[in-house]
């Protein structure tokens, strides 16, 4: 018997800058996603430009601006009953700072929806997946300053007034706690030369402005359509301490809040009582308006989606400035890890569930969880079954969460179909259940081919979550 209620949303999520390809067509702009080079050391010495002679995997990525109606057709002889992706934020304003959309960005999306709807899969809109218009980071210095707050909102605006009817499930900013770590992908923030300081300042400023435009998101898409469910998402594979040694606990633990802070004040409303700690200790110098901590208090999110991939230790005295999101920590002994090194540990997913859900009492979506592999084609076949192992290990746990009582409306598997990667912009790290035969350096002949997952999440989605 399943024991995954009825109306679970079993789906696979991408993003538009990780798929699309297409990167200037149609009147789009650059976003910040489009100046990350190939390679690990993507986001080291970083120009805010397209640079000649670097390549960008990304410029063309799967094609899925002009693939997308065969790609969704095969997603959905998968049978997903929803898919997450993002509109690419520079298609529609294309530097981000006009006021009116380009119609060309707009129509493309239209179409992308509908397409899904004809499938009976519900979109899931993620709003801003680190695609910051690139201008609004050269012009304004990205969401340190305020005035982005209006150039989103009326972004908002746009998008949930054209497809009022047609997507119901949305998130505001991908990954939020990144703004620490990955601060240009997931605020638009190119961080120089400056001391510490200044570059807290600027990383609590940032997601301040964020904190605002994602609560102006939600007052806007209830008023177009109460219908509406606007989601935070946030990065929240879970920090284990590394001993028993209460310092490492303590340590471990105030880790965590710094990226648990981010989905206090949007699901509370309010800044926690532990960031005038932080503040005072870094004698930041803070603009919080008043009428902002209104604006936050009302426009609270509605659930919370996050991604879930790993586990990470954590011991006292590890330098880290800002929260957890995108780090691994010290290397746990008990669990066996992904080629890229990233620990496979599902108990840690009904681990999180069950942490989430006894601080907010918030329905939950998990909007990624995945495995990057290097997949082989033999004999026209791939062979998949540390996916498969993966996939079932950690539906079985969302299962055991479920009985322990969090409400977790679905799963949406990280890259159903092969994407480039955001951590490296490389092909080879591939999630998919549909092969893409494209190769890191550009080769390949862009043919789809089932992997054998494909059957697998198939038959999970078919008897919802019965047969594992
Ligand atoms: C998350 C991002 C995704 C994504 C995924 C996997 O942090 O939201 O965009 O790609 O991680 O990471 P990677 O592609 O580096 O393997």
């Known amino acids: 018997m399943s024991k995954f209620p009825e109306g679970f949303l079993w789906g696979g999520a991408i993003a538009a800058n990780q798929a699309e390809g297409a990167y200037l067509e149609d009147g789009k702009g650059l976003s910040v996603s489009d100046i990350l080079p190939v390679g690990k050391n993507r986001f080291d010495d970083l120009k805010l430009e397209v640079r000649d002679g670097v390549f960008y995997p990304s ?4 094609d899925f601006y002009h693939t997308y109606k065969e790609d969704i057709a095969l997603l959905a002889e998968i049978g997903l009953k929803c898919f997450r992706t993002s509109i690419a934020w520079s298609r529609i304003f294309p530097n981000g700072d006009e006021q009116e959309p380009n119609e060309k960005g707009l129509a493309f999306y239209e179409d992308m929806f509908q397409t899904l709807k004809s499938y009976n899969i519900e979109p899931v809109i ?3 997946h680190f695609e910051t218009p690139l201008h609004l980071v050269k012009a304004y210095g990205g969401w340190k300053n305020r005035k982005l707050i209006s150039f989103f909102e009326r972004y908002c ?8 009817g047609l997507v119901k499930y949305w998130m ?11 601060p240009l992908l997931g605020a638009g923030l190119h961080i120089g030369d400056v001391d510490e300081k200044e570059k807290l300042e600027d990383m609590y400023h940032a997601s301040h402005h964020m ?7 939600v007052l806007i898409g209830h008023q177009v359509d109460n219908e509406n469910q606007i989601g935070c998402m946030l990065s929240l594979s879970p920090v284990y301490p590394a001993t028993c040694n209460p310092e490492d606990i303590f340590a471990a ?9 981010y989905s206090d004040v949007q699901l509370r409303g309010e800044y926690p009582a532990y960031f005038n700690r932080i503040v005072e200790e870094h004698e930041l110098n803070l603009t919080i308006p008043s009428e902002d901590l209104a604006v936050i208090k009302e426009g609270v999110c509605d659930y919370l989606g996050f991604s879930f991939y790993r586990s990470s230790l954590h011991e006292a005295g590890m330098k880290i400035l800002g929260n ?4 691994i920590g010290k290397k746990n002994p008990y669990l066996q890890e992904t080629p890229w090194g990233w620990p496979i540990d599902p108990l840690a997913l009904r681990y999180v569930c069950n942490e989430l859900t006894d601080r907010y009492q918030k329905p939950l979506f998990i909007v990624e969880n995945g495995i990057g592999l290097h997949d082989k084609v033999v004999d026209g076949k791939i062979d998949d079954r540390d996916r498969m192992v993966y996939l079932k290990d950690h539906v079985e746990m969302m299962a055991e969460a479920i009985k322990d009582g969090c409400n977790i409306i679905g799963y949406t598997w990280w890259g159903p179909i092969d994407i480039v990667s955001a951590g490296t912009g490389e092909m080879e790290k591939r999630y998919g259940f549909i092969y893409v035969d494209k ?8 043919k789809r081919l089932k992997k054998e997952s494909f059957h697998y999440y198939k038959k999970i989605i078919e008897t919802n979550g019965a047969s594992l």
């Open 157 to 164: 605006e746009v998008v949930f007034n054209r497809y009022k």
């Open 253 to 261: 633990n105030e880790l965590r809040r710094r990226s648990l802070f």
């Open 324 to 327: 957890t999101g995108g780090i």
């Open 211 to 217: 904190f605002v435009a994602s609560a102006k998101a």
């Open 172 to 182: 505001t900013f991908n990954e939020i706690n990144h703004t620490h770590t990955l």
């Open 59 to 62: 410029h063309e990525a799967i």
């Open 126 to 128: 993620t709003l801003s």
């Open 439 to 446: 190769q890191n350096d550009g080769s390949g002949s862009m």
